[in-house]
């Protein structure tokens, strides 16, 4: 049998609290640095130069078709499978993630991580950087964050 899986999210104030940031520190505050700046400047930098970050090379920056699914499930509703899969495509390039922050990532286990849970990243000459795509909270209060805690927690 199994170890079952125990799901947290975190409520400022609750017994949780003090895990999450446990859980931060030890995996996330010393490894990454808020980079916005510079990667803000380099996607818009001189595409003749080394000085650039060509958009292509961002990764997961469109939904998957997964979360299409959930997220845009009352107007998939009623379509054949054929329409779902044209409109999922049509709702990708439409709606790409919105990053307001990056961040350098200084440990490739916690980059891989991210990368394989379909977080916005780039890997560049200048360091791998991971797009947050919410702001003005605490890291610790991101979705991605929480997913990332019960990872640990249930491993």
């Not at 520190?25 to 980079?35: E, L």
């Not at 990667?39 to 970050?53: A, R, W």
Request: proline share 3%.
């Amino acid at each position: 049998m199994g170890k079952q899986e125990t799901e947290f999210i975190y409520y400022e104030g609750s017994k949780n609290e003090p895990r999450f940031e446990d859980i931060f520190n030890k995996y996330w505050r010393d490894n990454i640095i808020n980079q916005s700046y510079l990667v803000t400047d380099l996607l818009k930098g001189d595409p003749e130069t080394t000085l650039h970050i060509p958009y292509e090379d961002i990764e997961n920056i469109y939904m998957t078709s997964e979360k299409i699914k959930i997220d845009f499930s009352v107007q998939l509703e009623g379509m054949s499978e054929e329409e779902i899969e044209n409109e999922i495509e049509n709702i990708m390039s439409e709606y790409p993630a919105e990053v307001f922050e990056w961040y350098l990532i200084t440990d490739s286990w916690l980059f891989d991580w991210l990368k394989e849970n379909n977080e916005v990243v780039v890997i560049t000459d200048y360091g791998d950087f991971w797009g947050r795509c919410t702001t003005g909270q605490s890291i610790v209060l991101d979705y991605i964050f929480a997913k990332f805690y019960n990872y640990i927690i249930n491993k």
